[in-house]
């Protein structure tokens, strides 16, 4: 093989995968695990950055859409849905049009960022944009995977969990121990769930001897989990995890809960100073979502001696709009060497 295999064959025996299947792969996984240091000095323990945006469309989606895709087209489907803030949309056309399967994405009009509907619509997806929130367009899709004449590739689908739980197994081989604690955002809560298991997967096969606890981060306008009831009108700057009703809602409470970790939220003034703060001093341009685990980082007390991981979940180029609204754009000046002197400022 030319390098990494893609999540599938990495982590074969972990894989509810058949070996007559054609794997549908981009190369996904293997991604970066980066050691912060300035977070590090900060917080006086050891952190470390799972940069997620590293995979092939930008975000950790493409972990759980190699399997959920690979087991569709195995399975004769001829067409995919999912609902999507974006980053599962993008993820969907990218592996579908690889599959040579019809991609159906339903996204709320006016709340997913440029990036991920450019990705979407340029892989080739049938992009339906509606009336309604996320969780308005995840009851329609499992509406439409009852007619069975199409494939939901939303996390509601455990073989999206199955893939994307290899993110635990990774962190695991490169630290050659789980960490202490795993900060994550959660939005349908579908990833959180999926960690869990992989950790969880890997101690019981003996491949590490502990548990990370599990630190989930919500939105604050956007955080059911934390209130304990659905939010009807979720907003968020973070529009990936713009999210009021959770599919894997118990998945997120039993990862928090039998870690001895916790679900809580952030809101988005600590959401947009952690991300422009991971670009400036750890040089990672994620997007507005991931950087709700290092905002909950910074406002968690931890003991001495602590490993942290904290998952960014995708690509800052996902969202350059956001990007924009945190800096000011310079004016042009004259094309003279003195004027870009001073305008420069060296
Ligand atoms: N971060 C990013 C960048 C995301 O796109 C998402 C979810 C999350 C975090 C939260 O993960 O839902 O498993 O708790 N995005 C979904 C989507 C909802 O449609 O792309 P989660």
């Known amino acids: 093989a030319l390098g990494w295999p893609g999540v599938i064959d990495a982590y074969r025996s972990f894989m509810p995968v058949p070996k007559d299947a054609e794997v549908i792969t981009l190369g996904e996984g293997g991604t970066p695990l980066r050691f912060a240091p300035r977070l590090s000095s900060l917080k006086g323990v050891d952190v470390y950055l799972k ?33 999507s803030t974006g980053n599962t949309s993008a993820a969907s056309a990218a592996y579908a049009a690889r599959a040579g399967l019809k991609s159906v994405v339903l996204i709320p009009s006016g709340y997913i960022a440029l990036g991920k509907l450019a990705q979407a619509l340029i892989y080739g997806a049938k992009v339906v944009q509606i009336k309604g929130n996320f969780d308005r367009a995840l009851e329609i899709v499992r509406d439409l995977g009852e007619t069975g004449v199409v494939t939901v590739v939303n996390s509601i689908n455990p073989l999206r969990i199955e893939g994307q739980k290899t993110g635990a197994f990774e962190i695991v081989d ?50 059911p989990i934390v209130k304990g009831e659905v ?102 000046v004259e094309a003279t060497l003195d004027a870009i002197l001073t305008e420069a400022g060296i």
């Open 174 to 223: 490169a630290l050659g121990a789980a960490p202490t604690h795993h900060f994550i955002p959660v939005g349908n809560a579908g990833n959180i769930t999926a960690y869990w298991k992989g950790y969880g997967e890997y101690k019981s096969c003996g491949r590490s001897s502990s548990l990370p606890k599990m630190m989930g981060f919500q939105a604050e306008g956007a955080a």
């Open 51 to 83: 940069f997620e945006g590293a995979n092939p469309t930008g975000s950790f989606k493409d972990r759980g859409m190699t399997v959920a895709i690979t087991m569709a087209k195995y399975n004769g489907a001829r067409a995919v849905v999912c609902a």
């Open 231 to 332: 939010v009807p009108n979720p907003d968020t700057v973070a529009t990936a995890i713009r999210i009021g009703n959770p599919a894997s809602w118990n998945g997120a409470i039993a990862a928090a809960s039998e870690s001895g970790g916790s679900i809580d939220s952030v809101s988005d003034k600590e959401i947009l100073a952690a991300y422009t703060y991971l670009a400036r001093e750890e040089s990672i341009f994620c997007e507005p979502a991931s950087a709700a685990s290092v905002a909950g980082l910074l406002k968690t007390d931890l003991p001495k001696g602590s490993t942290v991981v904290c998952v960014l979940t995708g690509n800052g180029l996902k969202d350059p709009d956001t990007a924009i609204t945190q800096i000011e754009v310079p004016e042009a």
